[in-house]
């Protein structure tokens, strides 16, 4: 028993922190989230392929790294830690479910491009109204083979070559060639306001979009490919909600009233010491969650379940309260609190909010 | 990472698993005067078979084991619904402090005896003037030639009417400030200047003791770690007390949690059965989510202190963490059973009481939370 990253992992963990601290500063990613249209830059993501960041998880056979589900939660927790905004979990997320359900052909030929960063995906996951669940949908392919509806709140669509789209009783297809938003191959693209300006999203209309079927993998393993983005989502709200607790520690420490740092006092230090329980413990369940998705396929859809859960609450409290021990600069626009605010309220609530993955717990463990 | 236990591990875990198939007695009797025989016995029995004191080096009679390994002796004991050992604090507490800070001639005298049951000990530390401030205390122990007379007055003493020896911690220099004059003691309790009466709590049982100590005498040689070094030596007994424990707290919970979710599956509500109801069923879960936060948070917490040689900041908040979720547990078990809750013999009844002192026990949630934003977070102190 050793609950504690290796050495391989520590030095991703740490490369991975620096690098990011480097290049993307909260400046940054201030100015990527407000005036940049597809949130990041060319040269940002070249940087980031030439990490071999978005094949971490992919199988060396397929163009990948070939590590685990435990180092993609450790980059992602790291990545939401920076707020660095980019296209990686979307391709990572499109990878994912690509190489659980993709053909020797897909993978070849689009996989292999993923894992490279030669080429950006995404995964088309609710419907319009969108559901609760991030597996249900009711797309069916017409006739023709063709896929006619609207697929809304897909993250970094415009700058997608590879769409995953989720479709009735399970289905996935492979839409590629999605960019543009000229209505191009029966696909329109169109920007949608975002919660989290970090991550930006957008509506697509299917009028006729050719896509293929994604279904050479068996169910176990495409419910392992939900379950792996499940958990680098809630890998990420846990980095997100260190930095909103550091914040909030470093501000009452520094920030004085009545004459004493406000930090002394119990309302606001046991406000934090109640961050330091939540963030542990998601970070916990996380770590949990992705160890048991490579090791113990048993519990691994309860762990990545549990994970979700907890890690959405947990961001979204933590970086509330965070707020709170701001006191009005936090509300301010000026502070940068507020991104880290809507990020995790958007992950919170991408890839099925807690009280789904609570209601997944609840039958998978017999309740 | 390999959260699967070691090939020591699971060893470990099969002898002592296939050890209790055929040694485990059950939990005995309830709380009444055949009880602590019963626990007596028991621990006799872990004694002669190697099983008492798994934590204490061989060299005292214990078995090394690791912290890991402790916590599986811990879990396992739960899971099996073996009866508590009799020398609870002796164990935990009591045997490592004199491991640490005695002196040859106290670990010969006293570690056999607390191993094999023989002498029970309690736990002297708490007054009725100071509880989170425990520094404060104000029992006082007067040097007279090669022996001290004590005065002072102690509570929440478990198992002081069955405990010989009591750890003592007494203020030895009045002058000294508050955490510098103190004196950890071995006392004996066989003796007319001490007084125990039972304290009883809401649940309506006695569980914990008052003691009343007038002119009681204890022998110098029974100081532990040098007079004026109380405050340091009793630190260590707290520390003790926590390795490993919140592994067996969250084996409770997992089987308390597993009879709530068997009520709630044949109680009915609103025309279904309560484990239907949408929010009984969104509660069961998260507490199930909280447990096993609760144990992976306390393995993270054993690794890291094996690794590094201190406690992650996970350990610190197990016990809080824990006493949460058993107060909400039994919350909801009580929602669960509806009207029948009034009931003074229900079937959640003792626990759903006894589950208010989780918050206060062995350090309350308050104090806990200081603990974690002053020496985890750095946070200033208000003091």
Known sequence: MNFDLNDDQRAI????????????????????????????????????????????????????????????????????????????????????????????????????????????????????PPGRSPTDSTLA??????????????????????????????????????????????????????????????????????????????????????????????????????????????????????????????????????????????????????????????????????????????????????????????????????????????????????????ERVAELIGI | MDLTPSAEERAFRDELREWLQSNNPGPGPATDEGAFDFRRRWQRTLFENGWAGVAWPREYGGRGATLIEQAIYNEEMVRARAPAVANVLGLAMGGPVVIAHGTDEQKQRYLGPILSAEEIWCQGFSEPQAGSDLASLRTKAVRDGDEWVVNGQKVWTTLAQEAKWCMLVARTDPDAPKHKGLTYFLMDMNQPGVQVRPLVQITGEAEFNELFIEDARIHNENIVGGEGNGWAVAITTLAHERAGLALALQMQVKLLLDRVIGRAREQSYNGSTAAQDAVIRERLAQLYIESEVLRLNAYRGLTAQMKYGVPGPEGSLGKWHWAEINQALTELAMEIEGAAAMEGDGPWTYQFLRARANSIEGGTTEILKNIVAERILGLPRLR
């Open chain 1, 141 to 358: 392919a017409g006739e023709d083979g063709t896929l006619r509806g609207r697929k809304l709140l897909v993250a970094d669509a415009a700058a997608a070559d590879v769409t995953v789209v989720l479709g009735a009783g399970g289905r996935l297809w492979l839409l590629e060639g999605a960019d543009g938003g000229d209505g191009a191959g029966g696909v329109t693209v169109t920007s949608t306001p975002a919660l989290d300006p970090t991550r930006k999203l957008y509506t697509l209309e299917l009028d006729g979009a050719s896509a293929e079927a994604l279904d050479a993998g068996d169910d176990a393993a495409v419910a392992r490919a939900h379950a792996q983005i499940a958990t680098a989502l809630a890998a990420e709200s846990v980095g997100v909600a260190q930095r909103a607790m550091e914040m909030a520690v470093a501000y009452a420490k520094d920030r004085e009233q009545f004459g004493r740092p406000i930090g002394a006092y119990q309302a606001v230090s046991h406000r934090c010491a109640q961050m330091l329980l939540e963030v542990e413990g998601a970070r916990s369940a996380v770590l949990y969650a992705a160890w048991a998705l490579d090791h113990d396929p048993s519990v691994a859809l309860l762990a990545a379940a549990m994970a979700k859960a907890y890690a959405s609450d947990c961001g979204f409290r933590v970086t509330a309260s965070s707020l709170q021990v701001h006191g009005g600069i936090g509300f301010t626009w000026e502070h940068d609190l507020h991104f880290l605010l809507k990020r995790a309220k958007a992950n919170a609530h991408a890839g099925g909010d807690a009280r789904f993955h609570r």
């Open chain 1, 13 to 128: 963990k740490q490369t991975a922190h620096e690098f990011l601290e480097r290049r993307y500063p909260l400046t940054e990613m201030r100015r990527l989230a407000l005036e940049d249209e597809r949130g990041f830059t060319g040269e940002q993501w070249r940087e980031l392929t030439q990490l071999g960041w978005p094949g971490l998880a992919v199988a060396e056979a397929d163009g990948g790294q070939g590590l685990g589900s435990v180092e993609l939660a450790v980059l992602q927790e790291e990545l939401g830690y920076a707020m660095a905004p980019s296209p990686l979990l979307s391709t990572t997320s499109a990878a994912l479910l690509i190489a659980a359900a993709g053909s020797d052909d897909q993978r070849a030929r689009v996989l292999t491009k993923l894992a490279s960063g030669e080429r950006i995906g995404t995964v088309a996951v609710w419907d319009d």
